[in-house]
DNA sequence: CTGAATCCATTAGGATACTG
DNA sequence: CAGTATCCTAATGGATTCAG
């Protein structure tokens, strides 16, 4: 049952950053998006957390980048096949914090007031 | 589909941790474990930070912790019901890590040598 | 045995300014 | 517009020591 502790870390690399699902459903919901887009879509997120963020999906190959290479710069950015795979895990997670985390959270907030 | 991404997060906050799903998957094959044997069966995890996990788990309610408080020190932790309903999810990382991220893996290794 | 406290190194991520 | 570089802060986690 351990024995893919290997792959779970190296999951769980791939989707921790604080942005990183943001930008998934983003681009699973637009189909593509150039940078500044998403930088206007994801409120808060600065600019070179983006960047990085972006980069980083990039590397683990869940989202490819389309530099078209114009004068005026201008890249694109959509999920890869993996990175496509990868949401209904994405979905299994929202949907069980939906169920088991509400009430915690709300119990906490209680306690913050 | 990106209205959970509050339910994401919390979940995320909830299973990050270098050690914690360790400590699950531990938990969820023995059944309970002290906090000796839990270090001893997970190696290099130091003891201020299995405690520190351990006492995260335990806010989140994920595991429950019981002090049998006899005078030589006594205590064993195991599963909730939130906790064992969280390990298909991690099974279902766990594959898709499986299917998905090796071969990534085997490419970067290849540059690390 | 269990756990809390202190000190320290590393890292993620934000603010900002600069380049092509 | 897209990306990089520098500086800064907060949080994670390890080593060690002290306490019940």
Redo the contacts with the bound molecule.
């Keep these: 049952m351990a024995k893919y502790l290997n792959e779970f870390d190296a999951t769980m690399q791939m989707i921790?950053?604080?942005?990183k699902i943001i930008i998934l459903y983003e681009l699973a919901e637009t189909g593509q998006g150039?940078?500044?887009?998403l930088q206007r879509h994801i409120q808060?997120?600065?600019?070179?957390?983006l960047?990085?963020?972006?980069?980083e999906l990039e590397a683990d190959g869940l989202i490819i980048?389309h530099?078209f290479e114009t004068a005026?710069?201008?890249?694109e950015y959509r999920l890869s096949e993996n990175g496509k795979s990868l949401i209904p895990i994405l979905d299994a997670i929202c949907t069980w914090g939906d169920t088991h985390v509400n009430h915690n959270l709300i119990e906490r907030s209680l306690c913050d007031e």
């Design positions: 921790q950053g604080k942005w150039r940078f500044g887009e808060n997120v600065s600019h070179k957390t960047a990085n963020q972006l980069r980048r530099d005026e710069p201008h890249v």
